[in-house]
């Protein structure tokens, strides 16, 4: 089975530009959560989907926005990028809305310039 | 809010035992659990604590006290590969909130 894939694996961007990060979660899995980790730092939520309805949303600014397609698969979505938007962006997925067990990406890298 | 506190760096050689310890302050959740996560890659998931008590899953042991807001993960055996960053993890008990606040993470280096 693939675990949880996501794209693309490396990004360079320049300030005030736009950036799509994808996953596609686990088959089977009907939950996608995003966080964004900074080196050194933990993992900070960002949002949560569960059959293509947000369920949750961290405390991040209006420039972040995320959607999930009817196959489960979801974009999350940065405008108006910041220096400190450079960070390590994690997509995790389960079979429902829980916290535990849940499956971790290898993570797409952002680094704005 | 969540609060977790662990140790930043731990240091031992092969074949010891680590202890990393996870305090926190939270209004109430559902369970701590514990990740593992190579040279920023994917976080895996380890244990998970839904009650008091210990969960053991081969070399690596997991323990949870409420009324302490303590907990803590025992990496036995302690081999190369076990060199990573470990974070411990709650989900807040919050109705809609089904996110996980993860602690800092502490950095645990093997020696030979």
């Known amino acids: 089975d693939a675990g949880v894939t996501q794209s693309p694996t490396h990004l360079i961007k320049t300030r005030g530009q736009h950036v799509t990060l994808r996953c596609s979660p686990i088959?089977?899995?009907?939950?996608v959560s995003w966080y964004q980790q900074v080196l050194g730092q933990g993992p900070q939520f960002i949002f949560q989907y569960y059959e293509k309805e947000e369920r949750g949303r961290g405390n991040f600014p209006d420039r972040f926005s995320a959607r999930q397609f009817p196959n489960y698969s979801s974009e999350l979505n940065v405008n108006a990028l910041l220096l400190g938007d450079s960070a390590l962006y994690l997509c995790?997925?389960?079979?429902?809305?829980?916290?535990?067990?849940?499956?971790f990406g290898s993570g797409t890298r952002l680094t704005v310039v | 809010g969540q609060s977790l506190e662990q140790p930043s760096e731990v240091t031992a050689v092969e074949g010891a035992i680590v202890q990393i310890n996870c305090t926190y302050q939270?209004?109430?959740?559902?369970?701590l659990s514990w990740y593992q996560q190579h040279d920023g890659g994917a976080p895996t998931f380890l244990s998970y604590?839904?009650?008091?008590g210990l969960e053991e899953t081969g070399r690596f042991s997991s323990f949870l006290s409420r009324s302490d807001s303590y907990g803590y993960l025992l990496l036995q055996e302690l081999q190369m590969k076990d060199s990573a960053s470990y974070f411990c993890?709650?989900?807040?008990?919050?109705?809609?909130?089904?996110?996980?606040?993860f602690g800092a993470g502490t950095t645990v280096t093997v020696r030979a």
């Open positions: 995790a997925s389960s079979r429902g809305g829980g916290g535990d067990g849940y499956t």
């Open positions: 993890a709650v989900r807040p008990r919050r109705s809609n909130d089904y996110k996980l606040s």
């Open positions: 939270t209004s109430g959740f559902y369970g």
């Open positions: 088959s089977g899995h009907k939950s």
């Open positions: 604590n839904a009650l008091d």
